[in-house]
């Protein structure tokens, strides 16, 4: 009960990555995040092995993934 309001609950950093990049792309990636595993030779996999050791960075991942989900549902609800 104590993750029911939290949108990274069950999530894969996999996932959240994998999400942002179809929504915003590498290089828009790179510049909301500026960390070297999104804009130089870009990878799933690299930005994976970054972010699970580097725990700044992968607050700071998901917080632009919380933002991104918020900013999906805000337009949803306008365009209702």
Same mark, same amino acid.
């Given at each position: 009960m104590k993750q029911r309001h939290n949108p990274l609950h069950g999530l894969t950093? =996999?996932?959240? @990555?994998?999400?942002l990049v179809a929504h915003y792309g590498w290089d =828009?990636?790179?510049e *909301?995040?500026?960390?070297?595993?999104f804009s130089t030779?870009?990878?799933i996999i690299s930005s994976l092995?970054?972010? *699970?050791?580097?725990p700044w960075a992968r607050d700071k991942v998901e917080g632009?993934?919380?933002?991104?989900? *918020?900013?999906?549902? *805000? @337009?949803?609800?306008?365009d209702d």
């Open positions: 950093l =996999e996932t959240i @990555v994998t999400a =828009e990636l790179a *909301r995040i500026p960390i070297r595993c030779d870009p990878s092995k970054f972010l *699970r050791k580097t632009l993934y919380g933002f991104m989900l *918020r900013d999906i549902n *805000r @337009v949803a609800k306008r």
